[in-house]
């Protein structure tokens, strides 16, 4: 069944009792302390996995300790009296209702007589629904579902419908007539499948789903448990009274104003932006364009590696490329960090990034050395008359010098992102546009190409591992070179 959508208002409102109720199925189907499942005949069909309902209302009455009159032990006025032996065909009302309300929500629906939603406490076989079909999940039964499955059910038999199954399908056939030929495709396919499946499968399948349109479409006259439930009117009316008063519209209200000034961008603009990423990373990704000169992965030569390395003389072209991609490629890279501190050197503003060092190593160094490294970074940065003195707003210095008063790792993350984004929007434009970058693009290593393959990750092994033939002694090859029966072993390389 195509079924997709949240559910109206009314099943919600249900939603603590078909939680319990789901636990008590769950309960019911362990493999331990559960019904003991067995396959049950119907007619001359062996169906698979089911139960009587017997079985349920005896598991009710063991599990949650029901006596004879509905009543659990010590809760009644009982006398000391013993009480008699009770048989299957004599259930108390108290675990035949519970059963009832179980099977009325679809939980468990009947094989014998699938049309009513009734526990019988007698050998009819029952099964338990399948999750996919109970009344708490979030899908909604649609019209155009319904209609797939009268459609279905006019085709099999032929026309023969119930009274009030004929007066839906019309209703539904002029209702949705432009979606009518979707209809009919469907069920037809549906029953083109369930003829490949067993007359077991087909009769659960078949249950299942009459089950399930009993509990959202119920006949005429029939009460609507999703609407009523097990619980009175009047509670849930009084509940809602209750929470939606002025502050609960407040609320609403406030939510609403927020949720319209909030930015949104459309999936265009976001799509434009995923594909311009990937085509600006795809050159840097070893697996998409390859390594060179080799692949490490794959082969003994570790060159890329070496040329890779935090420190370096020379880098190569794609890592210098690469920080001009945005200010954080930069700045964790060890060695654009080296050249952005020349840089700034230069300016007369390296102190920036040293201190945003000294705050990295505060966020991830020792935690014996916390207070140590804050009075540190104090002493050299942000005290008065401080050798390297770092220009930070008036707010941001008042936050930090409250926080060190009891320093943690965090103390300083105001201050640290009010000089990243500093560096960020001043240094950096400057950097990329400077001689010393220039330089370094200029100057940048391009490995030599290797031979292409249809993968550019499938690189040839530059270094092969050595025959084992070749690693025999020299008299264990000669004996193996008389012997007819083994093919020359070369001789040994000098």
Known sequence: MTIGGPRGRHPRLQMPCLRKMERMIVSMQDPDMGIKMRNQRLLITVIPHAMTGNDIVEWLIQKYGISE????????????????????????TESLHLGNLIVKHGYIYPLKDPRSLVLRADESPYRFQTPYFWTSTKWPATELDYAIYLAKKNIRKQGDLIEHEKDNY??????????WDFVVMQAREQLRAAKQRRKGDRIVIDCQEQAYWLVNRPPPGAPNVLEQGPERRNCHTTRVQLTKNMDYYKREIEYCRKAMARTRVKSSICLEGYIKFNEQYVPHDPIMSGCLPSNPWITDD?????????????????RVERWGFNFSELINDPLGRT?????????????NLSFW?????????????????????????????????VNIDS???????????????????????HIYMLMKKDSYPRFLKSDLYKNLLAEAIIPPETKKRVFPFMRKQRHSSPSPALLLPAGDAEERSRSPSTAPVPEEES
């Open 69 to 92: 009159e509905g009543e659990c032990p010590g809760t009644g006025g009982a006398t000391g009296a013993a009480e008699p032996a009770r048989s299957p065909q004599s259930p108390s």
């Open 170 to 179: 019309n209703l539904l056939h002029k209702r949705i007539n432009h979606t």
């Open 302 to 318: 570790t060159t890329y590696w070496a040329m890779n390395a935090p420190t370096v003389t020379t880098p190569t072209k794609l």
């Open 339 to 351: 050249q952005l501190l020349e840089f700034l050197k230069k300016e007369f503003s390296a102190e």
């Open 357 to 389: 060092e000294a705050c990295e190593e505060l966020r991830y160094g020792e935690q014996s050395r916390i207070a140590e490294i804050v009075d540190s970074i104090y002493q050299q940065f942000l005290a008065p008359g401080a050798t390297r003195w």
């Open 395 to 417: 707010k941001t210095m008042e936050r930090t010098l409250e926080g060190i008063k009891t320093p943690h790792r965090y103390v300083m993350d105001d201050a640290q992102m």
